[in-house]
């Protein structure tokens, strides 16, 4: 091995190594030293180190090279350090690395979910759990590192109390948690509850109440989903903005020129591809629609529940909406047919080919006319569709869920209590109820071909959603509201069928003051578009 003035060998008599200083790109060298030093560490002391057990059997450095376990199994490391930093490095060397608690950035939540919960009732309780956690235990010791100038009682408790004072003051803000006439009691809103039950943060659920009103439209819900605080960690790589740029190019919702670099920008432009169907520019892309997809149901179902609490219709029936075009890679408007298998935009006549429909056609009618007619089916298909994708397309066309619809109103206070439902104009049914009195609405739904579908009585039917990240549940809404005033009256989720037929209550009160008024039963799938169905 040559001399150079950057490394040196000390050789004994008997011609081993005793030790040897290596550059760090000469750890490729086979070699077997007893002792191995980089010379950027020497200095007046050592420490011996022996390694034991390392993972994969490898002795790894800092700079990422290795010795192989080939060579050797074991060995011992020196460290020269200077003597008035010795002990220092010997704590690390010895004790375990203290991990300290994050809690703080989170604790609001979880006094949130405590509240919802009764676990904690009273500001006292909440400092009762906070004694209780890891944070506790390491502001005693490293108080530092949590801003506690020093460990007298008095001083703890103040800064305890500081804490749970301002954590339920940020609760109070949200909506989600108001403080009695005491000023010690906690009591629950709507909103803790709703956050609480979809695990989402205080600060959504605010966002909710100060953003949604009576006529919401769809695109501002769209940028509502888009800017909770749950994607503030969708990540942005290196150049990615100007991707981002140069797919907003190609989609119909414009978003702000200055914000490509912005998580929430991001999220936006993914949900827009997804319902376009435009190809991902890279793998990352594909891998952060399946994330936005994990949190994008149950921050829409809190946002429904925010909005028919507050008891708006048309504001409701959008995010709806938007929960199935998520669920099936769909716009509203385009074509329900595009939810089989196989099928694209410019295959979409071929299914309307048929001498028993005429003019507008609808979804429902086209199940209808295929079911139990694959012959029909190919002869239309076969130009474009091989045996094997026709067998797809109608076997998801058999499954889809046509519901047939049955409804009674009951209540003890019924004017005539063998009333004869007429019809009026419009298709409106008239029922003399008295005002201001409880009602319920008993609607019947019922799947007739449900016997066809291959259905797990435990978990019910799968919808079908190849374009979604995972199985989703065959679902539907039932509500009923005023479309005259735009009120929610009363809104039930239900499914997924377990058998033949579901039967969903609805209970609401009329309205104090006597007159007509004409209510809508709406019947709404949450996993596809086109099987909506409105009394």
Same mark, same amino acid.
């Given at each position: ?19 040897? =200083? ?34 994969? %059997? ?10 192989? &376990? ?21 704590? @690390?060397?010895? #004790?375990?690395?203290?991990?300290? &608690? ?8 979880? /006094? ?18 906070? +004694? ?74 605010? $966002? ?14 769209? !940028? ?19 991707? %981002? #740029?140069?797919?907003?190019?190609? =989609? ?23 319902? +376009? ?5 890279? +793998? ?16 829409? !179902? ?10 708006? =219709? ?17 716009? $509203? ?46 002869? %239309?298909?076969?130009?474009? @569709? ?11 066309? &058999?499954? $889809? ?51 066809? /579908?291959? !259905? ?31 009120? =929610?009256?009363? $809104? ?15 209970? /609401? ?6 007159? &007509? ?8 799938? !949450? ?9």
């Amino acid at each position: 091995m040559k001399k150079t003035e950057e490394s040196w060998n000390i050789c004994s008599r008997r011609g081993r190594f005793r030790f040897l =200083l290596l550059r760090p790109h000469w750890l490729g060298v086979s070699i077997f030293p007893h002792i191995s030093l980089s010379s950027r560490y020497l200095s007046s002391m050592m420490v011996n180190l022996p390694v034991r057990g390392l993972p994969d %059997n490898r002795c790894s450095t800092d700079d990422g090279k290795s010795w192989s &376990s080939t060579i050797r199994r074991s060995g011992t490391a020196c460290i020269y350090v200077h003597d008035i930093k010795k002990h220092f490095y010997k704590k @690390f060397l010895y #004790e375990p690395f203290p991990v300290e &608690s994050n809690l703080l950035g989170v604790l609001t939540d979880h /006094f949130n979910a405590e509240i919802v919960a009764g676990t904690v009732k009273t500001k006292q309780d909440a400092m009762d759990y906070l +004694t209780w956690t890891y944070f506790f235990r390491r502001l005693l010791k490293n108080p530092a590192y949590y801003h506690l100038e020093d460990l007298e009682d008095d001083n703890i408790n103040t800064f305890l109390s500081g804490i749970v004072s301002g954590k339920i003051n940020e609760l109070e803000k949200s909506y989600c948690v108001a403080v009695d006439l005491d000023g010690a009691t906690l009591l629950p809103q709507i909103l803790g509850y709703i956050a609480s039950y979809y695990y989402l943060s205080h600060k959504t659920v605010k $966002m909710f109440a100060d953003t949604l009103n009576p006529a919401t439209s769809f695109n501002d819900i769209l !940028q509502l989903l888009c800017d909770v605080t749950e994607y503030d960690e969708m990540p942005v790589r290196h150049n990615e903005d100007k991707i %981002n #740029e140069e797919m907003s190019s190609s =989609l119909p919702i414009r978003v702000p020129s200055f914000s490509y670099d912005s998580p929430h920008t991001k999220v936006h432009l993914l949900l827009q591809a997804h319902f +376009t169907r435009t190809a991902m520019p890279m +793998t990352d892309y594909i891998t952060d629609l399946k994330s936005v997809h994990d949190q994008a149901i149950r921050i829409l !179902q809190a946002m429904l529940d925010v909005a028919a609490d507050s008891g708006w =219709l048309k504001t409701s029936l959008n995010i709806m909406h938007l929960v199935k075009m998520i669920i099936q890679g769909c716009w $509203m408007k385009d074509d329900p047919l595009l939810q089989l298998p196989h099928v694209e935009p410019h295959q979409l006549p071929l299914f309307y080919q048929l001498e028993s429909l005429s003019g507008c056609v609808s979804f429902p009618e086209i199940l209808l006319a295929y079911s139990n007619r694959f012959d029909l089916l190919r002869k %239309n298909l076969e130009s474009d @569709f091989n045996e094997r994708d026709l067998l797809q397309i109608h076997k998801a066309m &058999s499954d $889809m869920p046509l519901l047939r619809v049955t409804h009674t109103i009951t209540g003890s206070e019924l004017l005539d209590k063998s009333y004869c439902p007429k019809e009026a104009p419009g298709g409106a049914i008239w029922v003399p109820v008295h005002a201001d009195k409880e009602y319920s609405i008993e609607v019947k739904l019922t799947l007739p071909r449900s016997g066809k /579908f291959q !259905q797990n009585k435990k978990s019910g039917r799968k919808a079908h959603a190849p374009r979604f990240n995972k199985p989703v549940d065959e679902t539907w809404w039932v509500l009923m509201g005023e479309i005259e005033s735009g009120e =929610l009256i009363a $809104m039930k989720r239900c499914g997924p069928f377990r058998g033949n037929t579901l039967s969903v209550p609805l209970s /609401f009160y009329t309205p104090e003051t006597p007159g &007509s008024h004409i209510y809508t039963l709406y019947i709404i799938s !949450q996993t596809y578009l086109g099987l909506d169905q409105q009394y």
